[in-house]
């Protein structure tokens, strides 16, 4: 059994970690993701990971506060999340790294490029946190830079809905969901991929990205050996 990407920047939503509760860290869905993610490290595959911070805090949630010490609590919300993920993972006897892109070195390391590169070619996971380390952008973009950075060849960006579609398929029944699209489709309909900054970066850099829904972790190990779920975006 083989991989088709040897390297891949897996985006997790800060929801999906909080499973059906919708708040906060369910200690089974962590679990189960980290198990997935093994699964797939064991085959080969090197994996670097971006969690969101949704599940506690986003830059909207406080309305009326300074929008840069906002976005800066945010950030402080994938570190926990990070380290969730880390300790899953070292619980399962996969060798994994936290680095921030805010320095925290009691805790974590900071983000160093070319360390980042040395830990995925030894077969480590690699989780990136406190996003860019600046305010204003978002995790999606965390995971596009960092994608570039370190040569991933594609984004996987695990969500709450299994595709892409042209409305919310939870509102509209009659929604309908798109196999493959590029970059300008999505950039031109609005289509909520990721943020626009983050897919004019994929663009820029040729990256493509497939959205698949994380309500059945297996297919984290199905989008690296793969198979066809979900949208792909090129």
Known sequence: MSVKYKRVML??????????????????????????????????????????????WRGRTGEGMDRSR????????????SLALLDALEQQGVQARVQTAIEMRQIAEPYIRLKAMRHLEKGRVVI???????????TDTTAALRAAEIDAEIILLAKKVDAVYDSDPHVNPNAVK?????????????LGVMDSTATSLCMDNNIPILVFGLDDPENIKRAVMGEKIGTIVK
């Open 128 to 138: 990136f946190a406190c996003g860019t380390g600046n305010p204003f952008f978002s």
């Open 70 to 81: 906002a976005d800066h609590m945010g950030m402080l919300a994938t570190v926990i999340n």
């Open 178 to 190: 798109f196999d493959e699209l590029n970059y300008i489709d999505v950039l031109n309909r609005g």
């Open 11 to 56: 985006k997790v939503s800060g929801e999906a970690l909080a499973g059906e509760k919708g708040f906060g860290l369910d200690t089974n869905t962590v679990t189960t993701i980290a198990s997935k993610i093994k699964e797939c490290a064991d085959l080969g595959c090197e994996i670097a990971i971006v969690v969101g911070g949704g599940n506690f």
